[in-house]
């Protein structure tokens, strides 16, 4: 059986957020399961449908400006399944803040 191959895409790799969700959880998970996982920045890795086929899904973290949407959009346009992670109740943010 072959792994499942899933590339995950953070803002900030270093930030206690990504690594909480993202850089610190990958590295353990794929010891457990049967998963390989590439982790980078955005700003790391030009992202194109050739770079995207040879992934099975996409994670992103807490993506949150118009390059990311737009990413999230193009992957979406392709049919590959898209993880989303804004580890925050967005739904439920009152109106006053900022």
């Known amino acids: 059986m072959n792994n499942i ?3 995950a895409l953070t803002y900030n790799s270093t930030d206690a957020g990504s690594f909480y969700r993202a850089t610190g959880i990958f590295p353990d998970l ?5 998963i390989d996982v590439d982790l980078f920045e955005w700003s790391q890795v030009t992202i194109d449908w050739s770079v ?4 099975d899904l996409v994670y992103m973290f807490r ?3 118009p390059f ?4 999230a959009r193009y992957i979406k346009s392709l049919n590959m399944p898209l993880w ?3 580890d925050d109740d967005l739904f439920d943010v009152p109106p006053g803040n900022k």
């Open 30 to 34: 794929r010891k457990k399961m049967n």
């Open 52 to 55: 995207l086929l040879r992934y």
């Open 68 to 71: 990311a949407v737009n990413l």
């Open 5 to 7: 191959r899933l590339l």
């Open 84 to 86: 989303i992670d804004y």
């Open 63 to 65: 993506p949150f400006n």
